[in-house]
């Protein structure tokens, strides 16, 4: 996946784990439904679909440019529909973000 042995992925099958996070992963795929921008951005930044176009991102992108989209990958997609659903989603990712620091320590 990368020549200069990038930490965060070593295989093309780590890197497509890697693109869809836990939050996605969890809601299942609808293919029928519309992109969300966040799906979009990555679309958009691995070649659109275009076999010729996707291989060319592959080989030209740097290591910083392929970190920082495997980042972008990573944050967490919340759709909500009210204010009192976003109050939610926040305190449970602050409560499991300060789970996962204390389990760090």
Do not use: W
């Not at 969890?26 to 951005?41: H, I, P, T, V």
């Not at 076999?51 to 290591?63: E, H, K, Q, V, Y």
Request: charged letters at 25%.
């Amino acid at each position: 996946v990368s020549p200069d042995g990038n930490a965060m992925v070593h295989t093309p099958d780590a890197f497509a784990n890697f693109m869809v996070p836990p939050s996605v992963k969890k809601q299942g795929a609808d293919l029928n439904k519309a992109l969300s921008r966040r799906q979009q951005e990555l679309y958009d930044r691995m070649g659109k679909g275009n076999p010729r176009d996707i291989i060319a991102t592959a080989a030209a992108i740097s290591a910083a440019d392929l970190v920082s989209m495997l980042r972008f990958a990573q944050r967490p997609e919340v759709q909500v529909e009210s204010a009192e659903v976003l109050k939610h989603e926040l305190a449970k990712r602050t409560s499991q973000l300060e789970k996962a620091i204390q389990g760090k320590n």
